[in-house]
């Protein structure tokens, strides 16, 4: 290296100036990026010793100290498959989110996808005296969950944060509304959440950010921080003379006289012809001719053998056989059950609502209480292994998480992008094809977490679902969904029944949404058990057909 001492003095006096301040300009930067480093954790030695794995024993999932799949990092291995896991680490000191920037970030990797399973972190809280790391599970408390989250109808990266009601004192989860959704791929993804003084949250998913909110906002976080001034009296009624209907039926409306409301849908059309050639006599089935009555059947067993059918081939060079019947017509003089035409309602006086009262619950803020953060938590339900977790960040400044995103996630980011098109390019895909894709599909995800969408996010989310797996499809895909975007237009704009939702989606949708405890419920119930008992097993396949006695 240079001796900076000996070349200096050679340089004039204010070249020598500039060099000192870049030199020291240079240090400073790199000891302030240091200090903003608050907690940073690279799973490049194995986590045992530093972090806890939580003992109940409702948590079987084993965590591993292992290598990325292609690349020699290693990180936070979710092992197996259908488990539960827990897993903790104490900070060194609790970390206060009151004042200035704070940014969370980290990387997952779903080396297998992700069908049905969380991949998020929980910030915890300063928990109650005498709490140990052991004791770690869904109900210790945290101030803020973040993170991946995909199962049925949810696909979602998670930002809630748990806040304390300065009027009942209750902690209460206010969601980040409309949050990006999990990428659909199987590289390293960096997640970051930066949290601003100026009462902003930005969520950015490998640099880019997807979402942003205040937390102030009602538009931003349900249910709001910050209550409604006003709320409906829960004590006014409707009158009861209170009429809401906007058209009614015309009073003075008379069915006209050639209304005939018994005049069937259809008719026999009597203009029509049998065709030439028509076999009246021949049945459309027989007998097979080349069949024959199997060697072990036994007439007692298995019933009085009869040849099984097949199509009648003289029907298939004839226009029809059987009983010729007149094909049915659209009868011109149907006209169905009468109806008076609708009015406008005279005495309509509109849609009534409860009249609006103070809120006893409102409180103003100018901040969120945040609740300081004490530990680091990994509390999940998941179908699928393979799930790394890695490079585990909190700073105090977005250019330091920025750092380490350029320099611990993007190189192993682009090893596996470049690797996914050769294998892309080996199977005979299109990168401007599969690229084009991943970006519909996105869009798509977008699309349905729309509110007015929310009865048919099931359906839609299926939809994308099955597209991803068959990248063939997309278009087909795309189709659907507008179809689905325009039910729903029609039926606004139109009227019509509001769409039910099936039993089994509603469920589905249930199970996959967050819980209470905020714990992802993608748990499957197993199938049944096959019964045992031979009559309960379905009777030996014969080659004829059985008469009844």
């Known amino acids: 290296m240079m001796d900076l001492r000996r070349k200096i003095p050679l340089l004039p006096a204010v070249e020598r100036c500039v060099a000192v301040l870049l030199i020291a300009s240079f240090a400073f930067q790199i000891c302030a990026s240091a ?62 989110l009151k004042d200035g920037t704070i940014v969370l970030q980290f990387e997952v990797r779903l080396q297998e996808g992700l069908e049905c399973g969380g991949a998020y972190l929980k910030y915890l809280r300063p928990q109650e005296a005498g709490w140990q790391p052991k004791e770690f599970d869904n109900s210790s408390p945290y101030s803020i969950m973040f993170g991946p989250d995909k199962c049925g109808s949810t696909n979602k990266v998670h930002f809630i944060l748990k806040h304390k009601n300065p009027k009942s004192g209750d902690y209460v989860e206010h969601h980040l509304k409309y949050p990006p959704s999990v990428p659909s791929d199987k590289l390293s993804h960096v997640y970051s959440a930066i949290l601003r003084p100026d009462n902003e949250v930005s969520i950015l998913i490998d640099g880019e950010e997807k979402k942003k909110g205040n937390f102030l906002s ?13 709320i409906p009296d829960p004590d006014d009624k409707k009158p009861e003379d209170w009429d809401e209907r906007a058209k009614i039926p015309d009073p003075e409306a008379v069915k006209p006289d050639d209304w005939d409301e018994d005049a ?22 027989i007998d097979d001719p080349d069949a024959a009555k199997p060697e072990d059947w036994d007439d007692e067993e298995d019933g009085e053998w009869e040849a099984p ?22 009868n011109p003089a149907y006209k169905g059950k009468w109806h008076a035409p609708l009015i406008d309602n005279p005495n309509y006086k509109g849609i009534w609502k409860p009249q609006e009262i103070p809120n006893p619950d409102y409180f103003e803020l100018e901040k969120p209480d945040f609740e300081p953060i004490a530990a680091i938590g990994i ?26 995103r350029l320099t611990a996630w993007k190189p192993k980011f682009e090893d596996e992008k470049e690797k996914q098109k050769a294998e892309e390019a080996a199977a005979g895909l299109s ?7 991943k970006m519909v599909f996105d869009i798509l995800y977008k699309i349905g977490d729309i509110p007015f969408l929310d009865a048919y996010k099931p359906k839609i989310i299926d939809l994308i679902e099955k597209g991803e797996k068959q990248p063939n499809i997309t278009i087909g895909v795309i189709v659907s969904v507008v179809i689905v975007i325009l ?5 606004i704009l139109f009227g019509g029944k509001k769409p039910v939702v099936k039993a089994s989606e509603t469920n589905t949708d249930a199970s996959a949404e967050t819980s209470d405890n905020q714990e992802s419920h993608g748990e499957k119930e197993n199938e049944d058990e096959k019964e045992d008992d031979a009559a309960a097993a379905p009777p030996r396949k014969r080659t004829g057909t059985r008469r009844d006695q």
Request: charged content about 35%; aromatic content about 10%; proline content about 6%.
């Open 35 to 96: 200090s903003d480093v608050i907690y940073y954790e690279p799973f490049d030695e194995s986590f045992e010793g530093r972090w806890v794995v939580s003992q109940k024993d409702e948590y079987e999932g084993v965590w591993k100290h292992s290598k990325s799949e292609g690349h020699d990092d290693y990180g936070l291995l979710v092992s197996e498959k259908a488990r539960k896991y827990a897993i903790v680490k104490e900070l060194d000191q609790v970390l206060s």
């Open 218 to 230: 009602g538009d931003d976080f349900e249910p709001p921080l910050v209550p409604a001034k006003t």
């Open 264 to 285: 069937p849908m259809e008719i026999e059309d009597e203009e029509a012809v049998k065709p030439e050639g028509w076999l009246d006599d021949e049945p459309e089935e």
């Open 309 to 330: 059918k097949i199509d009648n081939p003289k029907c298939e060079v004839a226009p029809g056989c059987g009983v010729w019947k007149r094909p049915m017509k659209r």
């Open 379 to 404: 509390e999940i339900w998941t179908m699928q292994d393979g799930i790394l977790f890695d490079n585990i960040l909190i700073a105090g400044d977005e250019k330091s998480a920025e750092s380490y």
């Open 431 to 437: 990168d401007g094809l599969s690229d084009f894709q």
């Open 487 to 491: 039910t729903v237009l029609f039926r």
